[in-house]
């Protein structure tokens, strides 16, 4: 098979190394042979963002414009084949990959349009006679380091805002599912970007990483991951006093209370917690749910999920493709027995699951009577387990969703305006659904969240210009 290689400098560059991407449904398919960089590709890239800095933060906005523009159309034009590629290196389902595909391509669209509407300030001194305008600037050369949950929409929405404003991007994606990272760079670099402007540099987090963490002429860093990594790239960013901003763990919660649609509470929970095989930073993990509904509750969600297909995620009728890899799996695995000796009942699933083909995959998980300091409970599992707490109403509801130490989403079912208010006032979390499952948000407003989930400024839609600019204040006495 052929390498795919790094791109860069403007040239596709053969590595040292390469490592088989395969693909979780059936772990005898290798989807490709992708390049390992070494430190030195880092390096080269790096340098390369740095000299093409200058001539790239003046170009013209409608040549910017026009690139992003480009990629948009084609990301779109080839959903299919892309998502297809998409599910079969990560394992989500056909349906969501080409939605994921699609949601990138909508991303590069917006910051297409984002531009030209790039706009400063222009007031008057105290000073008489003195004019003060107020500037957005490109930050210079940003790192993008992105995870293996959505291969094509993170590194999307990190990479169209950093060059919208004019930034130079070296990239590193996920080891684990570098296709849809590489189709994307192939995509940008065919759109008539310079050279030097975008590099993308495939490997490990330790080696090609660990050189955007250590070098000084990176000027900004957009991580997510998980939170040990997320702590090293602060740690080094505070040390080289570059910009950084982080999208890391969560623990979710979603509150049912007794006056929940009960439909619509089952609907938000098997697709907030299960959905995407429950690999989703967004997933509902917690489920909060008062006395009365409790009982209705469990059994409604079991018998959802009695119906929700395991299989191979580019099978028709699959509802939930594989674990990502197998030390995903024994994580998962690991979690489950944890549960269980904790005291919690695993109510429905979690076994191990064979299929046509070798994969890794796992039966959703639920457990029930659960308490809140629980393992399950407080640590992200990162799978389709998901827990029940059972408490007597609103105000213990609330006062649990908020005992965590992430803060990324928080949702409710009510049909209580009241109670809704008050949660979305209340909720310790970046983002808030009401009726509506923890994960799935729009692409054209602000993503994060607070706690130990987020740091820096918010990620998508017109907030994304915090990160991705710096502010100049000039004064003239003309
Ligand atoms: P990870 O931290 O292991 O890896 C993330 C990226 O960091 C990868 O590209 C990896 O190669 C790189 N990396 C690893 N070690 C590094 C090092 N020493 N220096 C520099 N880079 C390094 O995380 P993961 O397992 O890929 O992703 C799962 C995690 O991501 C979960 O915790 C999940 O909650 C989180 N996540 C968060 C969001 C969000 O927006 N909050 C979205 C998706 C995933």
């Known amino acids: 098979m052929n390498v795919h290689q790094n791109f860069i400098a403007g040239q596709w560059t053969n590595s040292a190394e390469a490592a088989d991407n395969i693909n979780p449904s059936n772990t005898r398919d290798v989807v490709g042979v992708y390049a390992r960089g070494s430190r ?18 003046r170009s013209s906005i409608q040549l910017r414009h026009d690139i992003l523009q480009k990629v948009s159309t084609e990301l779109l ?29 909508q991303i590069f669209g917006f910051f297409a349009g ?10 008057p001194s105290v000073r008489p006679g003195v004019e003060v305008d107020i500037t957005r600037e490109p930050v210079g050369v940003v790192g993008i380091i992105t995870p293996w949950n959505f291969p094509i929409a993170i590194p999307a929405w990190k990479i169209a805002p950093a060059l919208a404003y004019g930034n130079c991007v070296v990239f590193k994606p996920a080891d684990l599912v570098p296709g849809s990272a590489w189709a994307l760079a192939d995509i940008i670099i065919r759109s008539g970007i310079p050279d030097g402007v975008f590099n993308l540099v495939m490997g490990r987090g330790s080696v090609v990483g660990d050189a955007f963490l250590t070098s000084p002429d990176v000027d900004a860093i957009s991580f997510t991951g998980s939170v040990t990594t997320g702590k090293k790239v ?65 059994e409604a ?39 269980k000796d904790e005291g919690a009942k695993l109510a429905w699933g979690g076994s191990r699951l064979e299929r046509g083909t070798p994969g890794y995959y796992l039966e959703p998980a639920l457990f029930t009577e659960t308490t809140p300091q629980m393992r399950i409970n407080r640590e992200e599992i990162f799978g389709p387990v998901a827990s029940i707490i059972r408490v007597k109403d609103y105000d213990e509801a609330l006062a649990l969703a908020n005992d965590t130490e ?61 990160f991705y600019t710096t502010v100049k204040t000039s004064y003239t006495l003309p």
């Open 301 to 339: 969600l079991k018998a959802r999920l009695s119906k929700l297909v395991v299989d191979d995620s580019l099978k028709d009728g699959t509802h939930i493709g594989p674990v990502v890899d197998q030390n995903q799996l024994d994580q998962d695995l690991s979690y489950i027995a944890i549960g």
């Open 40 to 57: 030195q590709d880092a390096e080269a890239a790096i340098a390369a963002a740095k000299q093409a800095s200058m001539s790239w933060s």
């Open 234 to 298: 602060a740690a080094s960013s505070v040390e080289h006093m570059r910009k950084f901003q982080l999208e890391l763990g969560g623990k979710n919660p979603l509150v049912i209370l007794d006056d929940a649609d009960l439909q619509t509470a089952v609907e938000c929970a098997a697709n907030g917690a299960f959905f995407s095989t429950g690999q989703r930073c967004t997933a509902s993990s917690r489920l909060i749910v008062t006395d009365k509904i409790h009982d209705s509750f469990v």
């Open 406 to 466: 992430f803060g990324l989403t928080a949702g409710i079912c009510t049909t209580s305006l009241k109670h809704a208010s008050h949660y979305k006032r209340n909720a310790e979390s970046g983002m808030v659904m009401v009726n509506l499952p923890t994960a799935g948000v729009d692409y054209h407003v602000p993503f994060g969240g607070r706690k130990g989930s987020s740091y820096g400024p918010r990620e998508q839609g017109r907030y994304a210009v915090e």
């Open 77 to 105: 034009a080839r959903r299919e084949e892309l998502g297809r590629l998409l599910a079969r290196e990560e394992g989500k389902t056909l349906g969501e990959a080409i939605g994921e595909v699609v949601r990138a391509g």
């Open 114 to 123: 984002e531009t030209l509407r790039l706009s400063g300030e222009k007031l």
